[in-house]
């Protein structure tokens, strides 16, 4: 299976300006979590998407949006670009099990966002 | 608040060297723990998963209830396990969110 695949690899924005991401996930993965990654920060959870529904959301601001396709491609908005916003975007896709869990979340490459 | 604590930076070892990479969490669940791996240039993958209680390259992680601990560990390291390590918490109840520590960059030296 074709791993999970992001768009693009690197961006230059300036502030105040917006952007999307784009994550294609593993074929069959229904549920596309988004992570933002900084040196100061770490790994974030932004949020989780299943089956077009958001179903998860972390303690981001409201510039920080997202939406989910029916073929489970998701796509991140940030909207109003500052500064602190430069980081790696990291998107990751997963299966749901019977019970309800889910199993691993296989990681994309990640989208460089770089804010001036 | 839920929360994952990876108390090193940096661990560096000798090649051969017994290896502990701390982890501690808290939750007030029944909390689902994993090790994600990130070598030098290439994405974040998943190492270990404390339900599957398997051994990967070497590695294993016991979760202690009592202790909130996730250690991951290697008798004998290996240069190739030159990394960065996180130790990541999922909740319970079907939430597909993972909550990682801030990273531990394991550096075998020859």
């Known amino acids: 299976k074709a791993g999970v695949t992001q768009t693009p690899r690197y961006l230059i924005k300036t502030r105040g300006q917006q952007v999307t991401l784009s994550c294609s996930p593993i074929s069959g993965h229904r549920s596309v979590s988004w992570y933002q990654q900084t040196p100061g920060q770490g790994l974030q959870f932004l949020f989780e998407y299943f089956s077009e529904t958001q179903r998860n959301k972390g303690n981001f601001p409201g510039r920080f949006s997202g939406r989910q396709f029916s073929n489970s491609r998701s796509e991140m908005n940030v909207s109003t670009l500052e500064l602190g916003d430069s980081a790696l975007y990291l998107c990751?896709?997963?299966?749901?099990?019977?019970?309800?869990?889910?199993?691993?979340?296989?990681f994309g490459p990640g989208t460089r966002l770089t804010v001036l | 608040a839920q929360r994952v604590t990876q108390p090193e930076k940096l661990l560096s070892v000798f090649k051969g060297a017994p290896v502990e990479l701390k982890c501690n969490y808290s939750y007030s669940g029944s909390p689902e723990l994993f090790w994600y791996v990130q070598y030098s240039r290439q994405r974040l993958q998943l190492l270990l998963r404390h339900i599957s209680r398997e051994s990967i390259k070497g590695f294993t992680a016991d979760l202690n209830k009592g202790e909130t601990s996730f250690h991951l560990k290697k008798p004998f390291a290996q240069e190739e396990d030159s990394a960065m390590y996180y130790c990541?918490?999922?909740?319970?109840?079907?939430?597909?969110?993972?909550?990682f520590g801030a990273g531990t960059r394991l550096a075998v030296h020859p």
């Open positions: 990751a896709s997963s299966s749901r099990l019977a019970g309800g869990s889910y199993n691993e979340q296989f």
């Open positions: 990541a918490l999922m909740f319970s109840g079907g939430y597909n969110k993972l909550i």
